[in-house]
Nanobody, 120 residues
Framework: EVQLVESGGGLVQAGGSLRVSCAAS????????IGWFRQAPGKEREGVSC????????YYADSVKGRFTISSDNAKNTVYLQMNSLKPEDTALYYC?????????????WGQGTQVTVSS
């Protein structure tokens, strides 16, 4: 059974940091790219970052460049999103997803999400 389980969300003050994790199971992790997405109430889902598990290539949305860092621990089948200098506008439900092609193609599997709330 394919599973993506996010963890690490929480409440943090503006300027603070959080690290969210995405633990994957049930598929060949090295063959997939893992993306992080977020959705705030009343807004469309937004792609935040992505990493290719095979070669480590990373991508970031302009809104998080320089503040967020995505990384992968292939031995643990886990992808992390380190979020620094958080802003209230980063408040959202953060999801991870896996795609067997590339970061910009359709995603096959989705997690349930972890809530990140940034207070001003």
């Amino acid at each position: 059974e394919v599973q993506l389980v996010e963890s690490g969300g929480g409440l943090v003050q503006a300027g603070g940091s959080l690290r969210v994790s995405c633990a994957a199971s049930g598929f060949t992790f090295d063959d997939y790219a893992i993306g992080w997405f977020r959705q705030a109430p009343g807004k469309e889902r937004e792609g935040v970052s992505c990493i290719s598990s095979s070669d480590g290539t990373t991508y970031y949305a302009d809104s998080v460049k320089g503040r967020f860092t995505i990384s992968s621990d292939n031995a643990k089948n886990t992808v992390y999103l380190q979020m620094n200098s958080l802003k209230p506008e980063d408040t959202a439900l953060y999801y991870c997803a896996a795609t067997g092609t590339n970061c910009f193609d359709e995603y096959d599997y989705w997690g349930q999400g972890t809530q990140v709330t940034v207070s001003s």
